[in-house]
Each structure stands twice: as structure tokens, then as C-alpha cells.
Nanobody, 124 residues
Framework: VELVESGGGSVQAGESLRLSCSVS????????MGWFRQAPGKEREEVAT?????????AHSVQGRFTISLSQDNAKNTLDLQMNSLNLEDSGMYYC?????????????????WGTGTLVTISS
């Protein structure tokens, strides 16, 4: 299983960014995919998740500003995170991850596979 993030960068507050994660090799029909972030000195937090039914969940801090989506092409999945109205608190390293659908349902608290991250920096 391989996850590769892209799309990070430096933007000003109020602007937008779109992150993408190429997910390959994960062949389970039931899954949960998500975006997480970690700011310096802070714990990693869940940003958004999506399951095999397309059901999504968002952290309160990004609700209404971020949109998670998943596109599938044979064995390759692309997990996107559209981020609008970015603010300083959105800065951090963003990671995509995949695991069983039990994570999305709240019955499991760990994902199985992680990307190496892409850095998002928001300036005022």
C-alpha cells in the first residue's frame, strides 16, 4: 500500500489550497480514508474522513470550509481535500491515511497506512 500526498504550499489567510493523495494497493471493499494534520508542538488531529459509501465527517474547525472527496480508477484512488478560507490555525503537516471502515464508524481508533505528509503554511 502506498500513499503519496501533494498540493501543499504557502498561501495567505483567506486563500485556498487543494491537497491530493494518491492511494494505491489498498484493495479492501470496506474502507475509511482521511486527512489528518499536525501543527508544531501539537498533537495530530483528524481533519476529515470518507468511507466506501461516500459518507463524510469533518472536524468542527474546518466544517464548511474544507471538502473531502474520493475518485477511483481501477486500483488507484485519489483522495482530495479542498481547503477554502484558510486561516493561520490551518497551518501544519497534512497526512492522508487509509484503514478499515470501522475507523469511520468510530469502532477503531487507528488507521493502517499513512503517507509521509505535505506541508501547509498559512501567513497573515
Amino acid at each position: 500500500v502506498e500513499l503519496v500526498e501533494s498540493g501543499g504550499g504557502s498561501v495567505q489567510a483567506g486563500e485556498s489550497l487543494r491537497l491530493s493523495c494518491s492511494v494505491s494497493g489498498y484493495t479492501f471493499a470496506l474502507y475509511c480514508m482521511g486527512w489528518f494534520r499536525q501543527a508544531p508542538g501539537k498533537e495530530r488531529e483528524e481533519v476529515a474522513t470518507i468511507d466506501e459509501h461516500g459518507r463524510t465527517k469533518y472536524a468542527h474547525s474546518v466544517q464548511g470550509r474544507f471538502t473531502i472527496s474520493l475518485s477511483q480508477d481501477n486500483a488507484k484512488n485519489t483522495l482530495d481535500l479542498q481547503m477554502n478560507s484558510l486561516n493561520l490555525e490551518d497551518s501544519g503537516m497534512y497526512y492522508c491515511a487509509v484503514g478499515p471502515s470501522m475507523y469511520c464508524s468510530g469502532d477503531r481508533d487507528v488507521m493502517d497506512y499513512w503517507g509521509t505528509g505535505t506541508l501547509v503554511t498559512i501567513s497573515s
